[in-house]
């Protein structure tokens, strides 16, 4: 089959790209992996969209690629969804199976995947925006893609209908092959979803590399501050019913989460924000927090005017902590100290 997307002999997808406007410039010149989802991070203004839209070939950029974006083998979910209102359901999906001219998707399959087997009757109008998202995505993936786009397909939603949505969003990523590149400005989301990031700047990727390596570095201002922390794979053990709580234990020892999680659906991703951890030079005795984990000082980094970044390790994971600079010189905190991580919250996605 002859491929759309530009996948090199590494498995990776090449995304080269140039556009000047006035006042703005794209210049972009990276490999992603050709599977998993690949996190687009950036601010607002960064060119995030932008890039998105010359993958897509909706903007005449530099790139030489004169295919028409129904030429290119990509699939792109927008910020609100883009469905017929005068179809249901069933037909919005169809009419991308339709337009597919390359080995089907099981409708079936996505139908399921996507929770959609009680809304195939209802029109558009009758939908939340969640459940509108949900076809629309669904629309593209039926078009067979080699490759999707996501550009920021949450940020229409309440919270509410976020919490709907992720779940959905979780099971794409662990059920389908096709690589996807999310775009979004939330960590929250990208540390939950991807397995590769990019980091965006006035037109430009700054950073790359997987997930929880870059996660780990203290040299990005744009993972510094309230949006540092870390992602952790850990594996269920054993479930506490009497207060609803999971064991789960990773390489530096044992991780105490809020919920059921079974230990034959595998291992889950852990999301601690550097905000939710402190530091303590001796294990606490009287504490409310359940995780309290030995570890040691790898490096440290200012992080604004009053605040310091923490890299910890423990095992072969990475914790960071984000302390006044008041409380790292009170406690003399310095590189190979052994210390004790108190974590106050943990985000889990299976």
Request: hydrophobic share 40%; net charge neutral; proline share 4%.
């Amino acid at each position: 089959m002859t491929r759309m997307v530009s996948i090199t002999p590494d498995a990776t997808v090449s995304l080269k790209h140039a556009l000047r406007r006035s006042g703005f410039q794209l210049s972009v010149d990276v490999q992603i992996p050709a599977t998993g989802i690949t996190g687009l991070f950036g601010e607002s203004g960064s060119g995030k969209t932008s890039l998105l839209r010359c993958i897509a070939g909706l903007e005449e950029d530099m790139s030489h690629d004169t295919r028409r974006p129904h030429e290119r083998g990509i699939g792109y979910v927008f910020q609100e969804p883009q469905l017929f209102a005068h179809l249901d359901v069933r037909r919005n999906i169809e009419f991308g199976l339709r337009r597919s001219k390359v080995p089907k998707v099981d409708q079936q399959q996505v139908v399921e995947m996507l929770g959609l087997r009680d809304l195939l009757s209802r029109k558009p109008d009758g939908l939340s925006g969640g459940e509108a998202q949900r076809v629309a995505i669904a629309a593209v993936l039926l078009r067979s893609p080699q490759l999707v786009l996501m550009d920021e397909p949450l940020a229409s939603l309440d919270q509410r209908r976020k919490d709907e949505l992720l779940p959905y969003l979780d099971r794409l990523h662990d059920e389908l092959s096709v690589p996807m590149i999310y775009v979004s400005h939330s960590i929250d989301e990208v540390s939950r979803l991807c397995d590769y990031l990019l980091l965006i700047d006035s037109g430009k990727i700054v950073a790359s590399g997987e997930l929880h390596e870059m996660l780990s570095r203290l040299d990005l201002p744009m993972l510094s501050g309230s949006n540092a922390g870390s992602v952790i794979d850990a594996k269920p053990w054993r479930y506490d019913r009497d207060f609803d709580l999971t064991r789960c234990n990773f390489s530096g020892g044992e991780l105490i989460v809020p919920g059921r999680y079974d230990s034959v659906a595998g291992s889950v991703r852990l999301r601690i924000a550097a905000k939710d951890v402190s530091i303590c030079l001796s294990r606490p005795d009287d504490t409310t927090i359940l995780n309290v984990i030995a570890a040691e000082i790898d490096d440290l980094q200012s992080s604004g005017p009053s605040s310091v970044l923490v890299r910890l390790v423990s095992g072969t994971d990475y914790l960071l902590a984000l302390v006044t600079r008041r409380s790292a010189s009170r406690l003399d905190l310095k590189k190979g100290d052994q210390v004790f991580a108190q974590v106050k919250s943990v985000t889990v996605r299976r």
